[in-house]
């Protein structure tokens, strides 16, 4: 019976976790989840706090990241086992730490060495599921502009810590050898100190003004061209797609001309908008042309960039690039076109290539209709118009040095462009949409996604939403007048730091108590705590 408790515990745990994120966002589920998923962990050894955290994130990122095998089949379970170690090992090192004073810090530190692990390993990382991107509109979410994702991170995962170690302080009873009631009392003063600092921190922080004095303003414009049906199909009808967003625009010119709609300083296009390349193809380049001298702005196009076929065209020597390219209106001279170019330099794993193609083909007949493509190594900003505009293309946006890369180049203004099609009716396009809502405020700038089938979104610097699409599988325009930023949070300066000194801290502290459990015991650390050993780290 304590078992089934266990595992049921486990599972609501990662639920809690799960629902933190959009769309559900109850961002104060997360702290909850995991003083329940300390409390399953209590007492167990390291392999069975291991084994615990394994279900417990099974339940959390299953629902969260499901939409990743949507087109690809089984192939995707190779991602989620991954993912799923990055909080069963943390999880597991629990009884570790739980040995030492002040032990809700450590568990804080050892989660984000998970998830510092995770954004860089395997296949140059997969992080999507940090803690910090369901975390936008709450309490914790300001804390982005001093530290970032993983400060966020650190900050729920105290609380709930701290929730745990109230708990199991209040509810235990001093045995005869155990601490004096001052000593119990300085348990339960930390434990409230780690339950209250993160929220309290959090809510002081100054919010980024949606708008200020002194501000530089453009009008701005996301076009929503839809496609002709979800999946990896989408692209046998490719010229349907361009077409599309070329006639979503030019619906907006029309809108401009008759003094409906204010006229843009900069459109943008969505990933994937061209899945022609125009520099290859005459139409798709005339189209587009065409359109951005009606509208009269530049306009950033989401290309697909053909690859180099083999000389018997069978297979590729360099694969298709995934672009962002600005176009411009001709002016008098004649002068106009395609101007600079950002290619994807992070690409989705089992998305954009197949990792294991060999052994993924024997998983998946689905992994053959997936291109592997090249990834680019230049700076994420563009000079389009009047904007420094710095490119998160999809997937990108869930990396913390890809978006600070945008920012330190002079980026004054963020676009996340996204081709979610791919993905069909999923929560993506909303887990998306609050990770971009998180890096607003992480940087201050104003974001703008741009989705080929939505949800598309306009975001504040502060992380409020100001416009977004309807429905999934509709097309639409935004017009919206955002900030052009300068300024550098304490979050951009100091980058990666923040994360490091945290994830060793927590590294440094399951060392220690690990040599502290060999020490007392004589013997390797996977026994249970002693009566003793609990109730001294009550705080």
């Known amino acids: 019976m304590v078992t089934a408790a266990r595992a049921v515990g486990a599972v609501v745990a990662g639920l809690a976790l799960y629902a933190a994120f959009p769309p559900m966002g109850w961002w104060w589920a997360a702290p909850l989840g995991i003083a329940l998923l300390l409390a399953v962990v209590d007492g167990r050894r390291v392999r069975a706090a291991f084994g615990w955290g394994a279900l417990a994130a099974l339940a959390y990122q299953y629902p969260l990241l499901h939409w990743t095998g949507t087109y690809v089949g089984a192939v995707w379970l190779g991602a989620l086992a991954v993912v799923v170690l990055a909080v069963a090992v943390p999880v597991g090192l629990v009884p570790l730490v739980a040995r030492l004073p002040a032990t809700p810090l450590w568990v804080a530190c050892l989660w984000v060495a998970g998830e510092a692990a995770i954004e860089r390993v395997p296949w140059g990382g997969f992080p999507w599921a940090k803690l910090a991107f369901g975390q936008a509109g709450g309490a914790y979410g300001k804390l982005a502009a001093l530290g970032g994702a993983p400060l966020v991170s650190f900050a729920v995962v105290l609380t709930g810590a701290g929730l745990w170690s109230l708990a199991r302080t209040a509810l235990r009873r001093p045995a005869p050898a155990g601490p004096h009631p001052p000593r119990r009392a300085l348990g339960v003063v930390g434990a409230l100190v780690a339950v209250l600092l993160g929220p309290l921190a959090g809510l002081a922080v100054p919010a980024h003004p949606a708008a200020e004095p002194g501000d530089r303003t453009i009008t701005v414009a996301a076009v929503q061209g839809n496609v002709p049906r979800a999946g990896l199909d989408f692209a046998s009808q490719r010229r349907a797609v361009l077409d599309n967003h070329v006639r979503e625009t030019r619906v907006l010119a ?18 994937n908008s ?35 076929l083999n ?14 390219v600005v176009w411009t209106p001709r002016s008098p001279t004649g002068a ?57 293309t999809c997937y990108e946006v869930v990396f913390d040095d890809d978006v600070r890369d945008a920012v330190t180049a002079g980026a004054d203004l963020l676009t996340v462009p ?15 949409q609050g ?12 974001v703008v996604i741009a989705a080929t089938s939505g949800q598309s979104a306009v975001i504040a610097p502060d992380g409020t939403v100001l416009d977004r699409t309807g429905p999934l599988y509709t097309p639409g325009v935004l017009v919206d007048r955002v900030p052009l930023r300068t300024t550098t949070t304490l ?6 730091g923040p994360e490091w000194v ?18 007392r015991t004589g013997g390797p650390t996977t026994t249970t705590p002693t009566p003793r050993e609990t109730t001294a780290v009550a705080g």
Do not use: C
Not at 254 to 271: F, H, K, N, Q, S
Not at 354 to 382: E, M, N, Q
Not at 491 to 496: E, I, V
């Open 502 to 519: 945290l994830a060793a801290l927590g590294v440094a502290a399951a060392a220690t108590g690990a040599v502290r459990g060999r020490r």
């Open 274 to 308: 061209s899945d022609i390349d125009p520099f290859a193809n005459a139409d798709a380049r005339a189209e587009i042309q065409a359109v951005t001298d009606e509208i009269g702005v530049p306009v950033v196009v989401g290309a697909v960039l053909r690859g180099v």
């Open 418 to 432: 996204t081709n979610n099609a791919t993905f069909g009716e999923t929560d993506m396009t909303y887990q998306q």
């Open 336 to 392: 106009g076109g395609p101007t600079e170019q950002y290619v994807k330099r992070h690409l989705l794993p089992f998305g954009e290539y197949i990792p294991l193609r060999g052994l993924a083909s024997l998983v998946s007949d689905d992994v053959s209709r997936v291109v592997d493509f090249a990834p680019g190594t230049g700076t994420p900003t563009l000079d389009a118009g009047p904007a420094r505009l710095g490119v998160a």
């Open 435 to 446: 990770m971009s809502r998180l890096r607003a405020i992480e940087h201050d700038r104003a």
């Open 254 to 271: 029309a809108e401009v001309a008759a003094g409906r709609r204010p006229r843009p300083d900069l459109v943008i296009w969505p990933e």
């Open 491 to 496: 979050a951009t300066r100091l980058g990666p």
């Open 311 to 324: 000389a018997d065209a069978t297979t590729y020597v360099e694969g298709p690039r995934n672009a962002a």
